[in-house]
Nanobody, 121 residues
Framework: QVQLVESGGGLSQPGGSLNLSCVAS????????MGWYRQRPQKQREVVAT???????RYADSVKGRFTISRDNAKNTVYLQMDSLKPEDTAVYFCNAEVRPYTHADLDDYWGQGTQVFVAP
């Protein structure tokens, strides 16, 4: 079993910055991917950014150049630095981890509880 605990988020003005953190705990063979998803009001959950344990990073087009994802593999932690925030970034942000529980196993999917980001004047 894997637990994800998020921190950060809150309220920002447009153009401001916020930082999210997510720590994974539990046991696994490989913490393959960690990343961030968000669910905007009345929208489906969507990927924001993901980072593999080998350094592969992917961003949604809507956040490229504004958000930066990073991982500290030694601390099992993923961060999301959000700059130049826009009102449309308002959403609940969820930490995600894809874990291989043992060698050659399929990846299991885990989610954090979500943290609210609100961007408004």
């Amino acid at each position: 079993q894997v637990q994800l605990v998020e921190s950060g988020g809150g309220l920002s003005q447009p153009g401001g910055s916020l930082n999210l953190s997510c720590v994974a705990s539990g046991s696994w063979y490989s913490l393959r991917y960690m990343g961030w998803y968000r669910q905007r009001p009345q929208k489906q959950r969507e990927v924001v950014a993901t980072a593999s344990n080998t350094g592969s990073i992917r961003y949604a087009d809507s956040v490229k150049g504004r958000f930066t994802i990073s991982r500290d593999n030694a601390k099992n932690t993923v961060y999301l630095q959000m700059d130049s925030l826009k009102p449309e970034d308002t959403a609940v942000y969820f930490c995600n981890a894809e874990v291989r529980p043992y060698t050659h196993a399929d990846l299991d999917d885990y989610w954090g509880q979500g943290t609210q980001v609100f961007v408004a004047p």
